[in-house]
């Protein structure tokens, strides 16, 4: 197999190399691309309709990896061209990259020679964008599993973002699709990155310029047969150990057979993908808790309902609510009612007593929430509460996005949101 180094290639030549290769870190609006039915792309259209963002550009710094991960395409027994970008040459292209997409750029890699090496280039693509080509704007930096303390310290002078990806959900999941990667040299890496962000966010110097403040990690459904709810348990430890800004999830993908893997092909649904997502958003932004996606008596979430209605369906007794007395924190709990609205509907009883009619002059869609609430006094949800029918209706609704709340969730996926922007007081959650 060759292993040189690229040259006189023409940037077109290289942006298509590195979108081919980068396409196995999911990050920043980035779609999940699979062959089976619709992807999480749709989702984020979905969501954002023709104001949305354009994915953050990739530009992957080097293309054959050291690691033989079974997922990846730039794993060492595959029969490719090496190549490594120079830094220097590499940051220009990023540089108008960026000014193109106008949100900023991913430098990320495979492990060429070794991950301090790599982390090295890295960190001079990103320097040079900074210093030489006077580049402002948002940088999200990958950083290499096992990457030395010093050089992470380094990068997160220069970055915005960074990221190490966790990939499995079980730490014996590296030995069945990681034989490289192992626990500690993922985990270490993610606890210097956070210690470093605590430390930046501490800095009040003047002047300080561009400073790590934020970390995310990529996860791969399906990698160690683990069901969702071993996946919720991590996320919420993670965000809370770690003070993740976002988690990307991704399908695990074994298509080929691959040297060193004794693996069954298989290709995680994509639906799986949309309801990791949507159970995340309501642990990050609605209060709830992995028991509440995920309990141990249903610890697969459903292909058939969003995670919010199945809550509502294994917790009946919780409902009807009453739209004119429910607090904040019930009513985001009600299918039907995002954040926006349960904030709408607090502020419009200050003057009148709602009903029905006046929750859809609010801007309220009663299609689902008409089963879960009263509206002084008086219910309209008919017999099938409790009923199979019940269920069949949330599945027709369901859909792409379920009812997590447009706003609520184009907050989420904005790089500069936090759970910590909504409004907290006086909606304290009762039920954390």
């Not at 749709?42 to 530009?59: C, R, W």
Request: aromatic share 10%; charged share 25%.
């Amino acid at each position: 197999m060759a292993n040189i180094i690229l040259k006189n290639t023409t940037t077109e030549q290289m942006i298509a190399q590195m979108e081919t290769d980068a396409q196995y870190d999911i990050t920043d609006f980035d779609p999940v691309v699979t062959d089976e039915g619709p992807d999480l792309g749709e989702i984020v259209s979905h969501i954002h309709a023709k104001s949305a963002p354009p994915t953050v550009p990739k530009l992957f710094l080097a293309g054959h990896c050291i690691f033989n991960c079974a997922y990846c395409g730039c794993r060492s027994s595959y029969d490719k061209t090496a190549y490594c970008h120079e830094p220097r040459e590499l940051a220009k292209t990023a540089v108008q990259m960026a000014k193109n997409n106008g949100h900023g750029v991913f430098v990320t890699s495979a492990i060429y020679k070794n991950a301090d090496y790599t982390e090295e280039r890295i960190l001079q693509t990103i320097k040079h964008m900074r210093q030489d080509e006077g580049y402002r704007g948002y940088i999200h930096a990958k950083v290499m599993p096992g990457t030395d303390p010093l050089l992470i310290r380094a990068v997160s002078r220069f970055a915005d973002r960074m990221s190490v990806n966790i990939e499995v959900a079980k730490s014996e999941g590296y030995l069945r699709v990681a034989h490289q990667k192992n626990k500690n040299n993922i985990l270490t890496p993610m606890q210097n990155i956070s210690d470093i962000i605590a430390e930046n966010k501490l800095d009040r110097t003047p002047n300080r310029g561009k400073i790590a403040l934020s970390q995310s990690t990529q996860l791969m459904a399906g990698s160690s047969d683990e069901d969702d709810r071993t996946i919720m348990v991590l996320a919420r430890a993670m965000y809370k150990k770690y003070g993740l800004k976002r988690i990307y999830y991704t399908s695990f993908q074994y298509r080929n057979i691959v040297e060193g893997y004794d693996l069954p092909l298989t290709a995680t649904p994509t639906w799986r993908m949309r309801r990791l997502y949507q159970a995340d958003r309501l642990l990050q932004l609605y209060g709830f808790s992995p028991d509440d996606v995920t309990p141990e008596i249903s610890p697969f979430l459903d292909a058939d309902i969003d995670p919010k209605a199945a809550f509502a369906l294994r917790n009946l007794d919780m409902y009807p609510v009453e739209i004119n007395k429910a607090d904040y924190e019930t009513l985001i709990r009600v299918p039907g009612i995002g954040l926006t609205y349960a904030m709408k509907i607090i502020e419009a009883r200050k003057y009148c007593t709602l009903t029905h009619d006046l929750l859809k002059k609010i801007g309220v869609s009663l299609k689902r929430a008409i089963y879960f609430i009263t509206c002084n006094g008086k219910y309209l949800g008919g017999n099938v509460m409790g009923t199979p029918t019940l269920r069949l209706k949330m599945a027709v609704d369901s859909g792409i996005n379920g009812d997590l709340g447009t706003n609520a969730t184009q907050r989420f996926f904005d790089k500069n949101f936090k759970p910590s922007d909504l409004p907290q007081d006086p909606f304290k959650s009762k039920f954390k």
